[in-house]
């Protein structure tokens, strides 16, 4: 995983897909994948409870990802509850959200996120279940804020958000696309 952190760190594109909330559904995760094709990296942003070497197994691409409330279960008791990556020259703050109480507003994950020492160009977090993407300015730049949605295969989803990065242009496709039937 070291290899292809690195490797991503400013590579020219970067192809990334966005889940969170599968617990333990990764049969919505190879939906998604079957509808955009398979990425550089998959981030996942918790309550994944499985393993995520399994899931980088199973979807035969790497996966890194943080814990989330559901993921308290000794295979994934040495996750941390945030990270910082950096993928083609943009800082990526992943979370569940749980910590920050996304469920009840986003003004305290985004005050965090966005300002030192993070500074977050995207921050990405799950836990509500519900798709979101929203850009706003901060400091003279674009800070974007995005939940993926839930992967898990229910009324609602599988659901994800499709990333690519490319010489400094950002392309975004919610998951599932909302012209197919």
Not at 22 to 46: E, N, R, V
Not at 120 to 133: C, K, N, S, W
Not at 155 to 181: A, H, Y
Request: with cysteine.
């Amino acid at each position: 995983m070291d290899q292809t952190l690195e490797h991503l760190k400013t590579a020219d594109v970067v192809r990334l897909l966005l889940v969170s909330d599968s617990h333990g559904h990764t049969d919505g995760i190879a939906s998604l994948i079957q509808q955009t094709g398979l990425p550089d990296l998959i981030l996942h942003l918790g309550d994944h409870q499985d393993p995520l070497e399994e899931i980088a197994w199973e979807m035969e691409c790497p996966v890194l990802g943080v814990a989330g409330n559901c993921d308290h279960f000794k295979s994934t008791a040495d996750l941390p509850d945030n990270r910082l990556i950096i993928l083609a020259g943009w800082r990526f703050f992943l979370t569940h959200g749980h910590h920050y109480h996304v469920k009840s507003g986003l003004q305290h994950l985004f005050q965090v996120a966005a300002q030192d020492p993070w500074r977050a160009d995207f921050i990405v977090f799950g836990h509500t279940h519900r798709q979101l993407v929203r850009q706003y300015e901060q400091d003279g730049r674009t800070v974007y804020l995005i939940n993926p949605g839930s992967a898990f295969p229910g009324r609602e989803g599988p659901q994800g958000i499709w990333l690519e990065l490319s010489e400094g242009k950002i392309r975004m496709d919610p998951l599932p696309d909302p012209q197919r039937p």
